[in-house]
């Protein structure tokens, strides 16, 4: 029975040498760490792109908004200065001008701009008591003043445009 011993003390001493060396790896608890922040990393941009993407559409509307409120500003003053008569109409008013006849409509939310019947722009922003005069009363047929009140952003601004006609042009 001494032999059986001897001998196994003997094979255990003749383990290869790799056996007892230990591997250069990451444990298991290093790998979940870096997983952990990498999850955390990735939130964050996430919410982040979240957030700026969120702010520039909310941007881009208000600016898409105020445009739109401009060009319509810009073209009524256009339209005023190079009409020859501006006629009052059931629902808006009539520019008649040796270019052509363009055409307003107001409705509650949107004011529609139809020129020389070949197109028509669409300008979506609540428009409150158009007032159409001529010498500063109710105009019946012909004006010479277009106020009326918006709100753009929060703010209320009431925008007024006039017609200064020649007398040869009210002979007409």
């Not at 255990?12 to 290093?30: G, Q, S, V, W």
């Not at 105020?66 to 006629?87: E, M, Y």
């Not at 106020?147 to 200064?164: F, R």
């Amino acid at each position: 029975m001494n032999n059986r011993w001897v001998s196994s003390d003997v094979s255990l001493k003749k383990l290869p040498m790799n056996a007892k060396k230990k591997i250069p790896a990451f444990t298991l608890m290093e790998v979940t760490i870096a997983m952990l922040i990498a999850a955390i990393a990735i939130v964050i941009t996430y919410t982040a792109y979240h957030i700026i993407s969120g702010t520039y559409h909310s941007y881009a509307k208000k600016q898409d908004r105020i445009a739109a409120f401009s060009l319509a500003d810009r073209l009524l003053k256009k339209d005023f200065l190079n009409a020859d008569q501006i006629i009052r109409t059931a629902e808006g008013m009539e520019f008649q001008s040796g270019n052509g006849l363009v055409i307003y409509q107001f409705r509650d939310s949107l004011m529609l701009r139809s020129q020389h019947a070949l197109r028509t722009d669409t300008f979506k922003f609540p428009l409150q008591a158009p007032r159409l005069t001529f010498e500063n009363a109710e105009a019946a047929e012909a004006i010479d003043q277009l106020e009326y009140q918006t709100t753009l952003e929060g703010q209320n601004i009431t925008l007024t445009y006039k017609k200064s006609y020649s007398s040869q042009s009210l002979f007409k």
